[in-house]
């Protein structure tokens, strides 16, 4: 990867960072009204939040493998890919304490987006919160030390 292709990658990665931390923000804000139709827009902003975390990723994946599968499971298979360092290739762009929180929030956005009727949980919904503050408060510095690590590594 050269230099020009790895600043375009930090920016849209930063941008990402953005969205999420917006869809965080408004996901937070809509959850504290608290009425019913309040809670559903918080929880389409979470599943916004994990859109933006999994373009992110994907960009991530295309950039350095090439190779994302449009399969069954690939959701789940790239957590678990971006998880890992590939030597000489990548470092990790996931930290292990950002998987679970992660995991849950895509597996919300899977029922939220696929449920035929779903009633919201206001308590799974403040959990939510919680790992949407996790995944908000951590991805910015985890953009940026995986650019970091990725110069480093490639002597950009």
């Known amino acids: 990867m050269d230099g020009i292709a790895l600043q375009t990658l930090l920016d849209e990665m930063r941008d990402d960072s953005r969205v999420i931390r917006n869809a965080f923000e408004k996901a937070t804000d809509r959850y504290a009204r ?3 139709i309040a809670l559903e827009a918080s929880a389409h902003h979470l ?3 994990y859109n933006a975390f999994e373009q ?3 960009r991530v ?5 090439n190779n994302i599968d449009d399969e069954q499971g690939w959701h789940s298979a790239l957590l678990n890919r971006l998880a890992i360092g ?12 950002l998987k679970a929180p992660l995991r849950e ?8 987006v696929h449920a ?3 009633e919201l949980d206001i308590e ?3 959990l939510l919160l919680k790992y949407a503050r996790i995944v908000a408060d951590a991805v910015l510095p985890m953009v940026e030390r995986f650019i970091a690590e990725v110069r480093r590594q490639q002597g950009l």
């Open 34 to 36: 608290g009425d019913e």
């Open 47 to 49: 599943c916004r939040l």
């Open 56 to 58: 992110m990723a994907l």
């Open 61 to 65: 994946a295309k950039a350095f493998e």
């Open 86 to 97: 590939i030597e000489g290739i990548r470092p990790p762009l996931i930290s292990a304490d």
């Open 105 to 112: 929030l895509r597996a919300f956005r899977h029922v939220f």
């Open 116 to 118: 035929y009727e779903l």
């Open 124 to 126: 799974k919904l403040a």
